[in-house]
């Protein structure tokens, strides 16, 4: 049986800052917004498939003209609502519908304006802290805040300095995540990080985790398996993007497309023909990548993110995380053979 846990959806591909990395091409020149009654249909119908939770995302999602009555409705439903934004308009928003949503994350690239500037804009990093610094006076809670940071090759060195600020500010969460080859970021070729640089960051993320354990630090995920194919029950966190278009997760997008929620209902989508092919590719993959026939994780790995594999040129190549898995499989083996001595 295939359920949904969450909802991901891009409401606007407006954005008021220009990240050069951007994997959805948001600016201000751009001017889609899913309707209100459209969201609405999408919650309903999504009842039945088992969701218990909503990020509202974009673009910008506060600059969706219809922003409060998006925010009114997700609760009516009991779904818990998450907002994902780049923070810049926080300040401007009623407070009476800031409260309403159950938890914020905002998106910092780095704990001060020089290393965060130079990914998300000039002026950006106080705009955002002006925009934090307002909702927690006015009573919002720290605890329902997160930070989110997407490391590159520009500002990877500081990931230690989102400590420090998410420890200033008392919030409950900070993720990570590597940039990927999506949108805008395929020209941003020297902000790729390589092996090393994405092994010190590991490293430097275990180093917040022991300074500050009352924060809870998500770092970029890698996975050894597919959660699509993680047998026949599965759960799913579709993206919705904002023409409507429905993807098995965040990573997939363009031909990856499973349906569309101006024409089907959910329960149609995830029972549909196009996720039960792209889940029939995925488990192919385990016989196709050229890759994985020399490596030594071969039998073990069920070979990674297909969607990030996807965003890099073909499904069927790996997702780049390889030289993690392999070590993270070293030191494994090292640590049994240590207990056995
Ligand atoms: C597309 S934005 C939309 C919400 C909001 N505008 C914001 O910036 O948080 C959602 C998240 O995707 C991240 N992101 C954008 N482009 C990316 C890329 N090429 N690789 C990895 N993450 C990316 C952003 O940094 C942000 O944390
Ligand atoms: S990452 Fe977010 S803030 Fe940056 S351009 Fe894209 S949508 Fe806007
Ligand atoms: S670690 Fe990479 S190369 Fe090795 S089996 Fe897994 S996907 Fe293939």
New binding site residues.
Partial sequence: MITVDSLYVEITDKCNLHCYYCCRNCESKNNHFLDVAVIDRLLLSSKGCGVKSVDISGGEPLLHPQINEIINIIPKYNYRCTLLTNGVLLSEIDFDIIKKIGGIQISIDGGNAVTNDKTRGQGSFNRIVAGIDCILANGYDSKRLAFKMTITAQNYLEVGQLGKLASFYNVSNIGFSFIYNEGRAKEATDSFLNDEQKEYVLEELKKINLEYPQIMVSPPGFT?ECPLIKGDNISLSPRVDVHGNVYACQMFEDNFSIGNINKQDMIEIINGDKLFSLRQLIYGRRYY?P??S?????K?????CPGVAAHSGCILG??E??HL??IRQIDYMKSKLKGRT
Avoid at 294 to 298: D, N, P, T, V
Avoid at 300 to 304: A, D, E, L, S, T
């Fill in positions: 050894d990548m890759e994985c020399a490596c030594f994780l071969s073990k790995c069920n070979r990674g790996t997702d995380m390889c898995r392999k």
